[in-house]
C-alpha cells in the first residue's frame, strides 16, 4: 500500500502488475443540491486515510442519442462523488510524461471508469495517466441564469489545476501534460484550447476525432434551456437545484433524442449541425470565441497537436439506416445544413458528383461524417499549424462506400497494453492485432513523450504540405489528406 498527502489528506493507493494504482481521487466536492449548476467546489479537506483502491461513482445519465449512445452510456453506478480522477503511474519517483485523458459520449454519457481505460496501457509505458469524470449533459451545460456557463469544461480545469498542483507526487511531469481525448473528449480538448483559464494547464494536445464543430451560440443554447425548462413546468434554478435527478435525467433524454432524432433547423438552431444539445456555449467570461475562430487568430493555446480522425467516421451512426433513397438523403442532411447556409439538395448533389459510386446511404455517411468530424478538424489542423507545430493522422484504409475504419476504432489499439486480459472489455476491444496495436500504441507514445523518433516519423500538418500519418494495418506511410478536397464541396 502506498499514501500520498494532497492538499485535502491523505489519500491510499496500492502496486499491481508493477502499476501504481489511485482511483476515484477528487478533485472538487460532490455535486450535490445546492451547487449542481455552480462552478466546481473545492474540496472540504478529511482527516484520516482515504482509501483509492476501488473505482467510484460516475457521473448520473441515461442512454441517449439512439443505438450509438447507448452502447456509449455508462452502467457504472452513478451518485454525486463523481468529480475524481484514476491515476495509474510508473513509479513514483521520477518526472514521467503525463496523460490526461477525457472520455467521449456526446457530452451527455459515458465515464472515465469505462473498463477500457483501466488497462493501465500507458503507465506500462513509463507515462503517468490520468482519467477523469467530468459534468455531462443538463448538469455540465443548461445554460441558466444565475449559474456559470460551460460547467463541464470548468469541472475539467479544476482537474487540470489538481494535476498541477499534485502530479509530481505520483510520479508525474508537471511541465509535461499531454490533454487529451475522443469524440466529445475531442471536442472538449479543442474547446479548452480557447479557454483563457485553461492556458498553461497542458504543454500538449491530442485530438481524436473532435474538432471544433460542437459549440453553440448564446442564442441557440437558450433554445435548448427554454425547451428542458418547459419539460419541467418551468422551474427556477433554486427548484431546479432540488428536483430528483431522475427527473432531471428524464427531461434531459427527452431533450437529447428529439434533437438528435427529429432535426430541426427552427427550433434547434446549430444544434442540428451535431445533434447534441448539451454543448459548450460562447461566453465572453470562459469562452469568448468558438475555437475555430479563436486558433485562426492565434488565440488558442499554442502548444503542438496531434488531430486526427478515423476514415469512415459515421459508419456506426448509420446503423439506424437501411434502405436510404436520395431524396430520403436529403431530407435527413437538410436541417442539418442550414445553418451553414446550404440546402439537403445542395449538398447531396455536389457528393454525387465527386462521389459518384456512393449509393445514398454512403452519400449520408460522408456528408454527415465531414460535416461532424472530417471538415471541422482539417480546418483546425490548418488554422492552427500557422501558429504551432500540428501532426494529423488518419485511422483506417478508405473503403467503398465509407466503410473504413469507424468512429472510435482505434481506442483498442491506443489503449493496448501486452499481455492484458482482454476479456475483460467489451466485445468491440477484443479482438485486436497485437504487432499492430503495439505499433498504435507506440506512437501516441511518442508523441506524448516527445521523442525525436515522433518528429522523424510525422511530417507536420500546414496549408503548404497537408501530409498526414496513414495509420492501417497493412502500413503506416505519409501521404497527402484524402479528404482534404472535400472541404471545398462546402464552399
Known amino acids: 500500500m502506498t499514501q500520498i498527502m494532497t492538499e485535502s489528506g491523505a489519500v491510499e493507493g496500492f502496486t499491481e502488475n508493477g502499476i501504481l494504482t489511485f482511483l476515484s481521487v477528487p478533485y472538487a466536492a460532490p455535486i450535490v443540491p445546492g451547487n449542481r449548476f455552480a462552478a466546481p467546489q473545492d474540496i472540504t479537506p478529511w482527516t484520516g486515510v482515504r482509501s483509492a483502491h476501488r473505482l467510484g461513482a460516475v457521473c448520473p445519465q441515461i442512454p441517449t442519442y439512439g443505438p450509438v449512445g447507448k452502447g456509449a452510456t455508462s452502467i457504472l453506478d452513478s451518485g454525486e462523488d463523481f468529480l475524481t480522477l484514476n491515476i495509474r503511474s510508473p513509479g513514483q519517483e521520477g518526472k514521467a510524461p503525463v496523460l490526461v485523458w477525457l472520455h467521449g459520449g456526446g457530452y451527455a454519457v459515458g465515464s472515465g471508469n469505462e473498463p477500457l481505460l483501466q488497462t493501465g496501457a500507458f503507465a506500462a509505458s513509463g507515462i503517468v495517466e490520468v482519467a477523469l469524470n467530468y459534468r455531462l449533459g443538463a448538469l455540465g451545460f443548461l445554460s441558466l441564469d444565475g449559474a456559470p456557463e460551460n460547467r463541464s469544461l470548468l469541472d475539467i480545469i479544476k482537474a487540470l489545476e489538481w494535476v498541477q498542483k499534485h502530479i509530481a507526487l505520483f510520479g508525474g511531469d508537471p511541465e509535461r501534460v499531454t490533454l487529451a481525448g475522443r469524440s466529445a473528449g475531442g471536442f472538449a480538448v479543442s474547446t479548452l484550447m480557447a479557454m483563457p483559464a ?24 437558450r433554445l435548448t434551456t427554454q425547451r428542458f425548462l418547459k419539460r419541467l413546468g418551468q422551474p427556477s434554478l433554486q427548484i431546479l437545484e432540488e428536483i430528483p435527478i431522475h427527473q432531471l435525467l428524464a427531461a434531459q433524454q427527452d431533450i437529447c433524442n428529439q434533437s438528435y432524432e427529429q432535426h430541426d433547423f427552427t427550433r434547434d438552431g ?21 475555437p475555430e475562430t ?29 434502405h436510404l433513397t436520395f431524396a430520403d438523403t436529403t431530407r435527413l442532411l437538410d436541417p442539418r445544413v442550414q445553418p451553414l447556409g446550404l440546402s439537403g439538395t445542395d449538398i447531396v448533389n455536389r457528393y454525387r458528383d465527386a462521389l459518384p459510386h456512393h449509393d445514398p446511404l454512403g452519400i449520408w455517411r460522408a456528408v454527415a461524417g465531414d460535416l461532424v ?15 504551432q507545430p500540428v501532426h494529423k493522422y488518419l485511422f483506417g484504409g478508405i473503403d467503398p462506400n465509407e ?9 483498442a489499439n491506443v489503449w493496448w497494453r501486452e499481455s492484458y486480459d482482454r476479456t475483460t472489455l467489451p466485445a468491440r476491444y477484443q479482438a485486436v492485432d497485437q504487432e499492430f496495436s503495439r505499433i498504435v500504441h507506440s506512437l501516441w507514445c511518442d508523441f506524448i513523450s516527445r521523442t525525436e523518433k515522433f518528429d522523424k ?23 497527402i489528406d484524402p479528404f482534404f478536397p472535400r472541404c471545398g464541396l462546402w464552399d
Do not use: C
Open 294 to 322: 479563436a486558433a485562426t487568430q492565434g488565440l488558442v493555446t499554442q502548444v503542438p497537436v496531434m488531430i486526427g480522425t478515423t476514415s469512415a467516421e459515421y459508419l456506426s451512426h448509420s446503423s439506424v439506416h437501411s
Open 198 to 221: 485553461a492556458k498553461g494547464l497542458f504543454s500538449r494536445t491530442m485530438i481524436q476525432s473532435g474538432a471544433t464543430p460542437a459549440v453553440l451560440p448564446y442564442k441557440d443554447a
Open 457 to 479: 516519423k510525422w511530417d507536420r500538418f500546414s496549408e503548404n504540405n497537408k501530409a498526414i500519418l496513414s495509420i492501417t494495418q497493412k502500413r503506416q506511410s505519409i501521404e
Open 403 to 411: 466503410t473504413g475504419a469507424a468512429h472510435g476504432d482505434e481506442l
Open 373 to 387: 468530424f472530417q471538415n471541422p478538424t482539417t480546418r483546425y489542423a490548418l488554422a492552427l499549424s500557422k501558429f
Open 270 to 290: 446549430r444544434v442540428t449541425i451535431v445533434g447534441i444539445p448539451f454543448q459548450p456555449v460562447i461566453d465572453s467570461a470562459s469562452l469568448p470565441l468558438d
